[in-house]
């Protein structure tokens, strides 16, 4: 599968963005897809995942309860809805595909991800 992230840009301290992951190809809705965020001099962070059917999903600590992952397998498409932006939630985010049928999250991780788009860049200032 291949992806392709847009929706990012520069927003103030409070903001909210949505982001949106495209897919090609007829298999998309046997993936799980994340996003995963790097900002600059720092290590990729696993931010947010959707089970391949979008009846589960996972929020890390930093972005529970503003932040709101979905999916439309019809449309071949994964959002991201970031509410309440921070300065710390600059980063190219991108968005990734792994396939599988689970719908539990415990020990994943960015490396997981088998197939990764170009990443978007969100930039909040404060």
């Known amino acids: 599968v291949q992806l392709q992230a847009s929706g990012g840009g520069l927003v103030q301290a409070g903001a909210s963005l949505r982001l949106s992951c495209a897919g090609s190809?007829?298999?998309?809705?046997?993936?799980?897809i994340g996003w995963i965020r790097q900002a600059p001099g720092k290590e990729r962070e696993f931010v947010t995942a959707?089970?391949?059917?979008?009846?589960?999903?996972y929020y890390a600590d930093s972005v529970k309860g503003r932040f709101t992952i979905s999916r439309d397998n019809a449309k071949n498409t994964v959002y991201l809805q970031m509410n309440s932006l921070k300065p710390e939630d600059t980063a190219v985010y991108y968005c990734?595909?792994?396939?599988?049928?689970?719908?539990?999250?415990?020990?994943?991780?960015?490396?997981?991800?088998?197939?990764w788009g170009q990443g978007t860049l969100v930039t909040v200032s404060s």
């Open positions: 990734a595909a792994r396939l599988s049928a689970q719908s539990v999250f415990s020990g994943w991780s960015a490396s997981d991800f088998s197939s």
């Open positions: 190809g007829r298999t998309f809705s046997r993936y799980a």
């Open positions: 959707i089970s391949f059917s979008g009846g589960a999903t």
